[in-house]
């Protein structure tokens, strides 16, 4: 199963957010994006090197330039990224049924009549909606979220206690192929205004292996091959690539790929970083990640970081 994962916000709310949390979001700001502790949260630039990291990265493409899948504008005739919603307890609930219900949480989600959908209410792709209750502090998640006479229907889903590390069960997918929280791993433009990133970040990679590791939950594939990386792989990016020359919002972006690095969350085109859609976005300095490519990376032992939520 291919996933990714969407949560919208008014771009009017995401943008007073100087002063704000990296880990908060401006228009919920009593929720944290998850505890420090939380595999996303923690930094990984001071850990060794795997072992096995020159092979993994040759398989996912050592050639291969890093590519935004987020920025300003429409693409295909929706936005270009994958937006969130920041709801509350006074959101309507609805029922959902789920194709995957049996790895589904099957709670009534807050849904908004206006909510926003990856690659806008037409798309034939991921439909990934993202919703961020505000009241409570839980994160729900869709993928392939659709609506008819007979109510929402959706792939699958997730809800997520923004204060726990608690993983989904083993096994179990998510609204992402690798069972994982889309939003935590989503490149935000009220991070970038602020000029910092302090979490790991999601992206994709054409091919997987039948594995999955910490955090991950879920794999999507039937290859055996050890030189494909598993689900939950997190890279980050050589402490000695230069990044001064790169504009701004580029520049904050590869920090945070040297500091928190990134993680294997589905299959899709090698490494697409994933972030949410605003104006604010410059599409041609984001491009320009497109100068490093996958030779730039190396694969983190995370053997010695704790577990919590296990």
Not at 48 to 58: E, G
Not at 73 to 81: A, N
Not at 191 to 204: M, N
Request: proline fraction near 7%; glycine fraction near 8%.
């Amino acid at each position: 199963m291919i996933r990714r994962l969407a949560v919208v916000t008014s771009f009017a709310l995401l943008l007073g957010a100087a002063t704000a949390s990296a880990l908060r979001v401006p228009a919920a700001p009593k929720c944290p994006i998850f505890p420090a502790t939380n595999a996303w949260n923690q930094r990984v630039d001071s850990l060794p090197v795997a072992a096995d990291s020159a092979q993994l990265i040759a398989s996912i493409g050592a050639a291969t330039g890093l590519h935004p899948d987020f920025g300003s504008g429409l693409w295909d005739g929706g936005p270009i990224g994958i937006p969130f919603d920041v709801v509350s307890r006074a959101t309507p609930r609805s029922r959902v049924r789920f194709e995957y219900a049996g790895e589904s949480d099957r709670a009534p989600y807050p849904i908004p009549k206006t909510v926003h959908i990856e690659g806008g209410a037409h798309s034939s792709g991921d439909r990934h909606a993202v919703l961020l209750d505000r009241s409570s502090c839980r994160l729900y998640e869709l993928y392939a979220l659709r609506k008819s006479v007979r109510g929402w229907t959706a792939g699958s889903g997730a809800i997520f206690d923004l204060r726990s590390n608690r993983l989904r069960p083993a096994g179990w997918t998510s609204a992402d192929a690798a069972g994982l929280p889309i939003f935590p791993g989503l490149v935000r433009y009220d991070e970038v205004a602020r000029g910092r990133i302090d979490h790991a970040l999601r992206f994709t990679v054409d091919r997987t292996r039948k594995q999955y590791v910490y955090p991950a939950r879920h794999y999507a594939s039937s290859s055996d091959d050890s030189s494909l990386p598993p689900m939950g792989l997190r890279v980050r990016l050589k402490a000695n690539v230069d990044i001064t020359q790169f504009p701004r919002q580029a520049r904050i972006v590869l920090q945070a790929l040297k500091t928190y690095g990134m993680i294997v969350a589905d299959n899709g085109s090698s490494w697409y970083i994933s972030g949410a859609p605003s104006p604010h976005w410059s599409n041609d300095d984001l491009h320009s990640l497109g100068r490093v490519v996958g030779a730039d990376f190396e694969v983190v032992d995370t053997s010695s970081l704790p577990h919590p939520g296990s």
